[in-house]
């Protein structure tokens, strides 16, 4: 019996698109995508900012640094986080789980601002019980302590957990903390997944 759900947030209840973020700060901050990509990845930037070892105002000061022109704080996280468009046909498969009392867990490698714009924006995030996420608890995934964090939520053992996600190398560490698990690809697959491993879904509900 699964009586814990947990989600990833990015590519599986909402799309991002990486590209046009990176556009988007080039153009706030008057530098090139590929002198923002080698801040954000080669310097680890966005991994600082994920597991919450700088907040959205030391990247903005420290980009401010290396910006060829002014701008706010505003203009920074405007650019930052309008990247996302909802992957709404999922939602009725969380709201189901919802109705027949199971325990809903929100777990995300995200940052600050991402996750402010998401909530402000999508409703579907005030379903969840619990909420995981890397920049609060200091873990990004695949590391297995932000498994275990998020099993302090569950209320039940591992195994009646089960994870999706769309990164198979993040099911995977989570199998080794005992979860059941799957990698998202579309709804109707996690559907029959879901009734086949744990009996969530009644045969009128697929």
């Not at 947990?6 to 209840?13: M, R």
Request: hydrophobic fraction near 40%.
């Amino acid at each position: 019996m699964i009586r814990t759900v947990y989600f990833d947030l990015g590519n599986v209840l909402i799309f991002f698109s990486r590209p046009k973020m990176i556009a988007q700060i080039a153009h706030c901050t008057g530098m090139s995508p590929e002198q923002l990509m080698e801040l954000f990845l080669q310097r680890s930037w966005s991994q600082a900012y994920e597991s919450g070892q700088i907040n959205s105002l030391q990247l903005y000061n420290l980009l401010r640094q290396q910006a060829s022109k002014p701008f706010s704080l505003h203009e920074f996280l405007a650019a930052a986080s309008n990247i996302f468009t909802p992957n709404e046909a999922i939602w009725p498969l969380v709201h189901e789980l919802k109705a027949q009392g199971t325990r809903l867990v929100l777990l995300s490698n995200t940052c600050e601002c991402h996750y402010n714009y998401i909530y402000s924006h999508y409703p579907i995030l005030r379903l969840f019980d619990y909420k995981v996420l890397s920049f609060e608890v200091g873990f990004c995934k695949p590391d297995r302590r932000i498994f275990r964090k998020a099993l302090q939520f569950a209320e039940c053992p591992p195994e009646e957990c089960f994870y999706i996600d769309d990164i198979p190398e993040y099911i995977a560490s989570a199998k080794q903390e005992g979860l059941q698990g799957a990698v998202f690809q579309d709804v109707g697959g996690l559907r029959q997944t879901l009734k086949g491993i744990a009996g969530i879904f009644r045969e009128k509900d697929i």
